[in-house]
């Protein structure tokens, strides 16, 4: 099984602040990644698949990176909605796989 | 406007047997594969299985094969879970997940999620 890890487990930033959650995979994956944002008592929503393909709707400040077993998503100009769970997955093989969250927290 | 609503949660005592269901609307459901993804109290995000569109390919976590069973029926829009041998490590809500189009292990809409509860 392909594991995730992300770093870090939790983070504090300000409105405004530019943030960046990595995740490294046990193995390559190529770009079969994405990135899913979760607040308190909500279902996730999908931000970006495809490594750095933002979902429609998502706003711009969103972005993602990386290639093989390490990929970031960084978060620039906080807005207060942003402030929410963050799980990366990787989606190359079953059984598919999430990070363990990044909870982002205002500072 | 995708909607996915998931029914079929509640309490259920060790060692029995739920079934879940997702009925889907706003998009042709026969294209895409369908996903159930869970979350424990507390916890992260767990996939569980999935179903290819025309349902004949499954996949299964580990920690479910051989208990559940995924499925779908193409006709009513709907995919199932059902669940046998439970025990309190299933407990948690239980997500419905639709995928993307031509990238099938990533899921771009999800339901509200139901949650089951094993205890006694």
């Known amino acids: 099984d392909i594991q995730m890890t992300q770093s870090p487990s939790s983070v504090s930033a300000s409105v405004g602040d530019r943030v960046t959650i990595t995740c490294r995979a046990s193995q390559g994956i190529r770009s079969w990644l994405a990135w899913y944002q979760q607040k308190p008592g909500k279902a996730p929503e999908l931000l970006i698949y495809?490594?750095?393909t933002l979902q429609s709707g998502v706003a711009s400040r969103f972005s993602g990176s990386g290639s093989g077993t390490d990929f970031s998503l960084t978060i620039s100009n906080l807005q207060p909605e942003d402030f929410a769970t963050y799980y990366c997955q990787q989606a190359n093989s079953f059984p598919l796989t999430f990070g363990q969250g990044t909870r982002l927290e205002m500072k | 406007e995708v909607q996915l609503l998931e029914s079929g949660g509640g309490l259920v005592q060790p060692g029995g047997s739920l079934r879940l269901s997702c009925i889907a609307s706003?998009?042709?459901?026969?294209?895409?594969?369908m996903s159930w993804v869970r979350q424990a109290p507390g916890k992260g995000l767990e996939w569980v299985s999935t179903?290819?569109?025309?349902?004949?390919?499954?996949y299964y976590a580990d920690s479910v094969k051989g208990r559940f069973t995924i499925s779908r029926d193409n006709s009513k829009n709907t995919v199932s879970l059902h669940m046998n041998s439970l025990g309190a490590e299933h407990t948690a809500v239980y997500y419905c997940?639709?995928?993307?189009?031509?990238?099938?292990?990533?899921?771009?809409?999800w339901g509200q999620g139901t949650l089951v509860t094993v205890s006694s």
């Open positions: 179903i290819s569109a025309s349902g004949t390919s499954t």
């Open positions: 997940a639709k995928s993307i189009s031509g990238y099938s292990t990533a899921f771009q809409h």
């Open positions: 706003g998009f042709r459901f026969s294209d895409y594969d």
């Open positions: 495809g490594v750095s």
